[in-house]
């Protein structure tokens, strides 16, 4: 059984377009995040929610904006895609919000802005 | 200046030999630190938490140096498995804002 699961695989998409990636986990989690892994393989936190809350947001433009329907999905919705969107995007889950819980992450989306 | 920084190698090494990463963070009141792991086009997985007093895991050994701010990776007779990227992850406080290292490269060779 997948834990974390994402989809699409793959995007591949027009400067300009409005794409959702989505995201669900079964491990019962209440914490979701989503996290960008860019060409140099720098992988950097844009949110965190914690029982659908917001807690992390880091410095992201307003053109990306996550949704929490539940506590087991987090969706990224990104407006008006630009060439630097492309990389590969990865949702992960812990559980609680100690700092020390492992983080499950998704297989990824590797996202292409042409 | 980086919240964490690794050496991005490459390092590659001969089946059987011992390898070493270090990774710096900047926070002092960093409080919790972790090691990753990476294969080529894969999500990152778990390693290793990486506790104060160091701990090990088969061939695994991870260390931590408050004073100095880094925390090291030891990997004792390398197995071609063990090939992948290592990421350094340190948790700024308590609380889920989790900085990751560009990761250090390892091939293991036959």
């Known amino acids: 059984d997948t834990a974390v699961s994402q989809t699409p695989k793959y995007l591949v998409t027009q400067m300009g377009n409005d794409k959702s990636i989505k995201c669900e986990q079964n491990?019962?989690?209440?914490?979701m995040y989503w996290y960008k892994q860019d060409s140099k393989k720098f992988l950097k936190i844009m949110f965190s929610?914690?029982?659908?809350?917001?807690?992390i947001n880091e410095t992201v433009p307003n053109r990306f904006s996550p949704k929490s329907p539940d506590k087991a999905h987090l969706n990224l919705h990104i407006n008006s895609l630009e060439l630097g969107d492309s990389a590969v995007y990865f949702c992960?889950?812990?559980?609680?919000?100690?700092?020390?819980?492992?983080?499950?992450f998704g297989p990824g989306t590797r996202l292409l802005v042409l | 200046r980086k919240e964490v920084e690794q050496d991005p190698g490459p390092f590659n090494v001969p089946e059987g030999a011992t390898v070493a990463f270090n990774c710096t963070y900047s926070?002092?009141?960093?409080?919790?630190f972790f090691w990753y792991r990476q294969d080529c086009r894969k999500e990152p997985k778990l390693l290793m938490s990486?506790?104060?007093s160091g701990n090990e895991d088969g061939r695994f050994t991870a260390q931590l140096n408050r004073a100095s701010q880094y925390i090291s990776l030891l990997i004792r007779d390398s197995k071609l498995s063990d090939s992948a990227t290592y990421l350094c992850v340190v948790n700024k406080n308590t609380g889920n804002q989790f900085y990751f290292g560009t990761g250090t490269s390892l091939t293991v060779i036959p």
């Open positions: 990486v506790y104060s």
């Open positions: 926070n002092s009141a960093s409080q919790s």
């Open positions: 929610y914690n029982n659908k809350e917001l807690i």
């Open positions: 992960a889950s812990s559980q609680g919000t100690g700092g020390m819980e492992t983080q499950y």
């Open positions: 491990l019962g989690h209440d914490t």
